[in-house]
């Protein structure tokens, strides 16, 4: 990665937790929505703290300091207040939406879809609508973890469902230094940018983070390590998984390039293009389900545009074709894995 020369350290949470409040210091009209994410200090009057802040604890402690006219909880409905979020950004304000698990986007998909991602077009460019949502997705792809992940409906990872749709942006951080300049460059976006966080990355994102706040621009890819014999990419804590293989892989004398695609509409291209010519081999590690797949869409990229530079057919390594299973074992099986990335490059390297 590129990485940057601060000592401090901070993991997932906490980086997206500085951006959300550098971002608010800077611009009032930057708010935040979502359930639970003021947690009990919005019912400070009855005696409570500030002590939960959402499932990534991104939000913990906003409410403390900006009051409870910019750190919304709201009810339990996300067609409520992502819809309420489209009409906030359409006057003016920057709001943040969580949705708690990507999975629930099906409750909002229309306010997404069809209003959200397309109002700018519809109003002939005269309306802006710079809103992020924030959403977790992804398993826990480990059978050592007690009772498995969170089963079929709050595991899912579904970013191709959102980065099909025109005029939504869609960005999927990997380590907590382009967590925090990816938020960042989303609050400051003028359009609808949904940011993806993986729910088990754990300390594999902790890093350097600098205290000013930076943008990690969207649209751009990232290539974390440099290699000759096969390119393999990915996003989000499969881009880890990529990493992990790579090392094993050179073991072997087989020099593999890591691609961290970080924003999936609009996708770099460009970049990919560029190391497939270099390497001539390409497998796409996805942790979506393979049917319209992002890892199929950039196989199918690659090969129309780059088909005279490969030396393998392209390989997909992706989740099994079926709702995430509860079991730890079962759901590690489910979940793309080290060996299969090897595997696959194994077999197009002959």
């Avoid at 709201?74 to 309420?84: L, N, Q």
């Avoid at 460019?125 to 710079?130: A, E, Q």
């Avoid at 997909?316 to 074709?321: G, Q």
Wanted: charged share 20%.
């Amino acid at each position: 990665m590129k990485e940057p020369t601060a000592v401090r350290e901070l993991s997932f949470g906490p980086s997206i937790n500085e951006a959300l409040r550098q971002e608010m210091r800077r611009d009032p009209n930057v708010i935040v929505m979502g359930e639970d994410i003021a947690g009990a200090a919005g019912r400070a009057h009855l005696g409570f703290i500030d002590a939960w802040g959402g499932p990534m604890r991104a939000t913990r402690g906003l409410i403390t300091e900006f009051g409870p006219e910019r750190v919304i909880d709201t009810p339990i409905s996300e067609m409520g207040f992502v819809g309420a979020a489209v009409g906030a950004a359409m006057t003016g304000l920057r709001p943040v939406v969580e949705v708690m698990f990507v999975d629930l986007i099906g409750m909002c998909y229309d306010q997404i879809a069809n209003q959200a991602a397309k109002m700018h077009y519809m109003m002939g460019g005269h309306v802006k609508l710079p809103m992020v949502i924030r959403t977790a997705y992804g398993t826990r792809g480990d059978k050592r973890a007690y009772g498995g992940g969170a089963a079929a409906q709050h595991s899912q990872t579904l970013y191709s469902v959102l980065a099909h749709i025109p005029g939504l942006k869609v960005v999927v951080p990997s380590t907590a230094y382009n967590a925090k300049g990816l938020t960042i460059a989303a609050i400051r976006d003028d359009g609808p940018v949904v940011v993806l966080e993986h729910k088990f990355l754990g300390l594999q994102a902790k890093g350097h983070v600098p205290e000013e706040p930076y943008v990690v621009p969207i649209g751009k890819a990232d290539v974390v390590r440099q290699g000759t014999h096969v390119t393999l990419c990915a996003a989000g804590r499969m881009t880890h998984l990529c990493l992990d293989a790579a090392q094993v892989l050179a073991a072997e004398q087989i020099n593999a390039e890591v691609i961290d695609l970080l924003t999936l509409n609009p996708l770099d291209e460009e970049t990919i293009l560029q190391s497939v010519r270099r390497t001539h081999r390409l497998v796409v590690v996805d942790e979506d389900t393979p049917v319209c797949s992002m890892a199929r869409d950039i196989a199918a990229r690659v090969a129309e545009k780059a088909f005279d530079d490969l030396d393998a057919p392209i390989k997909t390594v992706t989740a099994a074709d079926t709702p995430v299973p509860f079991s730890a074992v079962l759901e590690a099986l489910y979940t793309p894995r080290v060996e299969q990335i090897i595997a696959a490059v194994r077999e197009q390297m002959g």
